[in-house]
């Protein structure tokens, strides 16, 4: 039997590229030789595209500080067209299904999904729909409060309107009370975000963010436990056992440093010590999370559990990390589903997906 060529795609514009980049490499140890091939396609911080070397990719670094894509790569393009998308350039392989692992914008948030559907390839994750809405902290929160699944108290705001009337969005977010999180829209990794615990400090958080995108979320501090459910599945999705995010103090949060440059920036439980009642609620919270946005193959959802017992959503990740320390491929180990098996699903995912939309009329003769 024929293998499936499966090209992993990988680095990207966002400043993810470096997790991007160990993400793959996990990925490429992981999947099943006997039934994959695989191809490696990384996307420089211009967005060029090349082929990289699958043998140099398992001995780079692990350094999200030093890790880089291999320089002089062989170039290739995408061809979105009607007869399947294949790669153009030189040595450039045919593939059957592409395994996008780009973390943030440009990659995660609906644009590269976008290209996928226009060259008719099937491909890991959730759609354009589910991927940018997803991405999109604001748009998110507001998806979910519709369905009625809890968010905090948020306002939004676009640069336009910050560089017209900061005084007045200031007074505006006050109301809110303080402690609040300032965070760019459509960032990952805690990637731009400050806690800001009084008025003085909000003007340069909202600086700050607007550097990395043009929309702003200012989120209420939820006080609670941060939870941590896997999801895999279309239709019919299933969640994972539960882990928890412990931040040692002295970073405050769950920040970019916490999770990958120090060592010991933060401690990950899982299980999560949870009792049977809330574990089967943060799953039904999850699954319902994930339908709402329209999401497909694989999220991690994110929740605070409140002292009360209430869940708080958090936010979604479509396209969770795949490193060392990621909690969506150890919440499945623990569930039962090794890493080698999560990866095989993820690939069956997106051909059954592809498949159920290839048999959709696209005309009304």
């Given amino acids: ?37 695989v191809s490696l396609i990384g996307i420089d911080k211009e967005g060029k595209w090349s082929l990289q070397d699958p043998k140099l990719l398992l001995e780079a670094s692990t350094d999200p500080r030093t890790v880089a894509l291999q320089a002089n790569c062989p170039p290739v393009a995408m061809a979105p067209r009607p007869t399947g998308g294949m790669l153009e350039g030189v040595g450039a392989p045919k593939i059957d299904v592409i395994f996008p692992i780009l973390h943030g914008p440009m990659g995660e948030d609906g ?15 959730s759609g354009v729909l589910g991927s940018s809405v997803s ?14 699944i809890p ?18 969005i200031l007074t505006q977010i006050e ?6 999180y300032v965070k760019p829209a459509n960032q990952g990794s805690s990637v731009g975000i400050k806690r800001v615990a009084a008025a003085a400090e909000l003007r340069e958080a909202m600086d700050f963010a607007f550097q990395f995108d043009t929309k702003v979320v200012v989120e209420s501090e939820i006080i609670g436990r941060e939870i941590e459910c896997s999801v895999l599945g279309n239709d019919n999705p299933i969640a ?4 928890e995010v412990i931040v040692h103090a002295e970073h405050g949060f769950y920040s970019y440093e916490a999770k990958y440059v120090d060592a010991n920036g933060a401690g990950l439980e899982v299980p999560a010590k949870v009792s049977d009642e809330t574990l089967a609620k943060l799953k039904e919270a999850a699954i319902d999370t994930f339908l709402a946005l329209d999401c497909s193959g694989l999220s991690r959802v994110d929740f ?9 959503v958090n936010e979604i990740n479509t396209l969770p990390g795949f490193t060392n320390v990621s909690m969506y491929p150890m919440l499945w180990k623990h569930s039962g589903i090794e890493q080698k098996e999560l990866l095989t699903r993820l690939v069956d995912l997106a051909v ?13 003769e």
Wanted: charged share 30%; net charge positive.
């Fill in 1 to 37: 039997m024929s293998k499936t060529r499966v090209a992993i795609v990988y680095g990207g514009r966002s400043t993810e590229h470096e997790i991007s980049i160990l993400s793959a490499r996990n990925i490429l140890a992981s999947l099943d030789k006997d039934r994959f091939e």
């Fill in 111 to 125: 644009t590269m999904q976008g290209i996928f559907e226009l060259a008719e390839i099937p491909y890991v994750g």
């Fill in 135 to 148: 991405m999109d902290k604001d748009s998110m929160k507001r998806v979910l409060r519709d369905a009625g």
């Fill in 151 to 168: 968010v905090g108290p948020f306002q939004s705001y676009r640069r336009y309107h910050w560089d017209k009337k900061s005084d007045t």
């Fill in 175 to 180: 109301e809110l009370g303080f402690p609040v």
């Fill in 240 to 243: 994972s056992v539960a882990g």
């Fill in 304 to 312: 605070f559990l409140q002292d009360d017992g209430n869940l708080v």
């Fill in 352 to 364: 059954e997906r592809f498949e159920s939309k290839q048999k959709l009329r696209r005309s009304m």
